[in-house]
């Protein structure tokens, strides 16, 4: 295996085991402890280390390592609030300009969604749950939001897998569904609304003070 696959694969597992509630924010990444496990080297752990530092996801402290990162609810909270700046014209700008295909998309998106929240899948809804936005932007043919709005969800990526419950997700995807049909509608007035509703909705559905304890990282990444 190459060393970008090397890297690769050691930043899908550590992306999993965050995600999978595994590996918790604070948890320290042993740069020795994730060679071992890996059986690579240090130099190919501290590439993928910087890669999901990038991501947001890893947290590079002098002298003291990697940690997931632990993202603040004031971050939390201003990343909503840059989001609905951004998400109430993307909302507008889409509603005017949606086509039948993308009303299609947007539903087989959703549907998506609410089969990851029906088996449970923790990682698979996080993610569609988020890309619904991104997606979009993409739709609309805004390749600069949408990859704004990607580095955006990024942010508050950890604490939107560690806070939000099966339930909260349930709600959020049923809201997407009901944005959509008012999309189809050509309603741009309620689909601001809608819109506007359900980033509050999701935002007060994170319980961003609660404190959560880290998990070791061997017994984390024994399910990898």
Same mark, same amino acid.
């Given at each position: 295996?190459?060393t970008?696959s090397n890297?690769?694969l050691?930043?899908?597992a550590l992306?999993?085991?965050i995600v999978d509630?595994?590996?918790?924010?604070?948890?320290?990444?042993?740069e020795?402890?994730?060679?071992?496990?890996?059986?690579?080297?240090?130099?190919?752990?501290?590439?993928?280390?910087?890669? %999901?530092?990038?991501?947001?996801?890893?947290t590079?402290?002098?002298?003291?390592?990697?940690?997931?990162?632990?993202p603040?609810?004031?971050?939390?909270?201003?990343?909503f609030?840059? #989001?609905?700046?951004l998400?109430?014209? %993307?909302?507008?700008?889409?509603?005017?300009?949606?086509t039948p295909?993308d009303i299609a998309?947007?539903?087989?998106?959703?549907?998506?969604?609410?089969? +990851?929240?029906?088996?449970?899948?923790? +990682?698979?809804?996080?993610? %569609?749950?988020?890309?619904?936005h991104? #997606?979009?932007?993409?739709?609309?043919g805004n390749?600069?939001l949408?990859?704004?709005l990607?580095?955006l969800?990024?942010?508050?990526?950890?604490?939107?897998?560690?806070?939000?419950?099966?339930?909260?997700a349930h709600?959020?995807?049923?809201?997407h569904?009901?944005l959509v049909?008012?999309f189809?509608?050509?309603?741009?007035?309620?689909?601001?609304?809608?819109?506007?509703e359900?980033?509050?909705?999701?935002?007060?559905?994170?319980?961003?003070?609660r404190?959560v304890?880290?998990?070791?990282?061997?017994?984390?990444?024994?399910?990898?």
């Amino acid at each position: 295996m190459d060393t970008c696959s090397n890297t690769d694969l050691i930043v899908q597992a550590l992306t999993r085991a965050i995600v999978d509630h595994r590996l918790l924010p604070g948890a320290k990444l042993a740069e020795q402890k994730l060679a071992g496990h890996f059986g690579v080297s240090r130099t190919l752990v501290r590439q993928a280390l910087f890669q %999901l530092s990038q991501k947001r996801l890893v947290t590079l402290e002098p002298a003291r390592g990697a940690f997931v990162a632990s993202p603040s609810a004031s971050e939390a909270r201003q990343v909503f609030a840059v #989001r609905r700046m951004l998400e109430v014209e %993307l909302t507008r700008a889409f509603v005017r300009a949606a086509t039948p295909a993308d009303i299609a998309a947007l539903r087989e998106h959703v549907a998506a969604e609410q089969a +990851a929240v029906a088996r449970e899948d923790v +990682a698979g809804r996080a993610e %569609l749950l988020g890309d619904f936005h991104v #997606r979009m932007a993409e739709l609309l043919g805004n390749a600069v939001l949408a990859q704004v709005l990607r580095d955006l969800l990024a942010r508050c990526a950890v604490a939107t897998l560690v806070y939000q419950s099966s339930h909260a997700a349930h709600d959020s995807s049923a809201e997407h569904a009901a944005l959509v049909e008012c999309f189809a509608q050509g309603n741009v007035t309620q689909a601001v609304k809608l819109m506007r509703e359900h980033l509050d909705h999701v935002e007060a559905g994170l319980n961003l003070d609660r404190p959560v304890p880290s998990h070791d990282v061997e017994s984390a990444l024994a399910l990898v």
